[in-house]
């Protein structure tokens, strides 16, 4: 079930496919274009894959609803990446030229916009208690972005910090779209706030292997190893290994100054003598399975089997 987790919504993530590429159509033959690139260029689909399985765990019928929903939650983190990329000057995403390289950065941030405002589009007629959340998603990414700058090359960073911030920039979109999946099923209140226990979860454990992986580095991974690194930003890896007794020191050094390629390969060096990378995937494991014991209430169905194949999968990838 963990590497088949999403056999049991196979053709509602075609469907999903089919109305995000519906929704993000324009008329600009060069606007198209670009939605395109980004869409097509092999995310994972966490967030409609859980606002879907959510909705058919609580006992949801009516899985086009879903579909068009966790499609919407699909654009809105396609288009949060394009302006990411913007922000930290990024070179690739999942292995190709980032938006604003390949075309230009004007054009990058009007694309950005347009795929937002299709997005909230999508989830126009999710009820008043889910869209509250999505508002406090799309509030806290800002925010935390603005938090993870403000940690970046600071030596006193502590581990409470780091899980702020990634309750903020990945957690809580991941939340948000379970949370509506289930919202739209069900109301049973009991079966939500599982849903969302679980969701918060997984999204916090995505962010650290997501950390992990710019350390171990891997083919797959579409991006250029250590550029949490590079650009000082403040990854559980890194809190871990600064408190190495015999690494830590000369790892602080690097981490509080502008580092350079060679600096990045000396921390990744570092990082890998240590403990840390260990304790960073115990870290996920246990977050994960917290997610997965948030589950109980919810009745058996091979939904849920799903939804704690997705919890297996997340802290088992490399990519």
Same mark, same amino acid.
């Given at each position: 079930?963990?590497?088949?987790?999403?056999?049991?919504?196979?053709?509602?993530?075609?469907?999903?496919?089919?109305? &995000?590429?519906?929704?993000?159509?324009?008329?600009?033959?060069?606007?198209?274009?670009?939605?395109? #690139?980004? &869409?097509?260029? +092999? *995310?994972?689909?966490?967030?409609?894959?859980?606002?879907?399985?959510?909705?058919?765990?609580?006992? +949801?019928?009516?899985?086009?609803?879903? $579909?068009? $929903? +966790?499609? *919407?939650?699909?654009?809105?983190?396609?288009?949060?990446?394009?302006?990411?990329?913007?922000?930290?000057?990024?070179?690739?995403?999942? *292995?190709?030229?980032?938006?604003?390289?390949?075309?230009?950065?004007?054009?990058?941030? $009007?694309?950005?916009?347009?795929?937002?405002?299709?997005? /909230?589009?999508?989830?126009?007629?999710?009820?008043?208690?889910?869209?509250?959340?999505?508002?406090?998603?799309? *509030?806290?990414?800002?925010?935390?972005?603005?938090?993870?700058?403000?940690?970046?090359?600071?030596?006193?960073?502590?581990?409470?910090? #780091?899980?702020?911030?990634?309750?903020?920039?990945?957690?809580?979109?991941?939340?948000?779209?379970?949370?509506?999946?289930?919202?739209?099923?069900?109301?049973?209140?009991?079966?939500i706030d599982s849903i969302v226990e679980y969701s918060s979860g997984i999204g916090i454990a995505f962010q650290i292997i997501d950390d992990i992986l710019d350390v171990i580095g891997t083919d797959g991974t579409g991006k250029k190893v250590g550029i949490d690194l590079l650009e000082g930003k403040p990854t559980l890896p890194i809190i871990y290994a600064m408190e190495d007794p015999v690494y830590g020191k000369e790892l602080r050094e690097i981490h509080s100054r502008s580092a350079t390629d060679a600096d990045v390969a000396r921390a990744l060096e570092l990082i890998r003598m240590t403990d840390s990378l260990d304790k960073? /995937?115990?870290?996920?494991?246990?977050?994960?399975? +917290?997610?997965?014991?948030?589950?109980?209430?919810?009745?058996?169905?091979?939904?849920?089997?799903?939804?704690?194949?997705?919890?297996? /999968?997340?802290?088992?990838?490399?990519?």
């Open positions: 079930m963990v590497d088949r987790w999403a056999d049991a919504i196979d053709s509602e993530f075609s469907k999903v496919e089919e109305v &995000i590429l519906d929704a993000l159509s324009s008329d600009n033959e060069e606007l198209d274009e670009m939605c395109k #690139y980004v &869409i097509q260029s +092999g *995310g994972k689909r966490v967030r409609p894959a859980v606002c879907i399985l959510s909705y058919l765990a609580c006992g +949801g019928k009516d899985v086009d609803r879903a $579909v068009k $929903v +966790g499609a *919407g939650f699909e654009i809105l983190h396609s288009a949060s990446l394009v302006h990411d990329d913007i922000d930290d000057n990024g070179m690739l995403r999942r *292995g190709r030229l980032t938006l604003h390289k390949k075309y230009t950065l004007t054009k990058a941030l $009007v694309a950005g916009d347009f795929m937002l405002v299709r997005g /909230y589009r999508c989830l126009s007629s999710l009820p008043e208690e889910p869209m509250d959340i999505v508002i406090k998603a799309a *509030g806290m990414m800002v925010e935390s972005e603005f938090v993870q700058k403000d940690f970046e090359h600071d030596l006193d960073v502590t581990i409470d910090d #780091y899980m702020g911030i990634i309750k903020g920039k990945t957690a809580m979109l991941i939340t948000a779209s379970a949370a509506s999946g289930a919202y739209i099923a069900t109301d049973d209140q009991d079966c960073c /995937y115990k870290k996920a494991e246990d977050v994960a399975q +917290g997610a997965i014991d948030a589950l109980a209430p919810l009745p058996d169905s091979i939904y849920k089997e799903s939804l704690i194949g997705l919890a297996k /999968y997340i802290v088992r990838r490399d990519r």
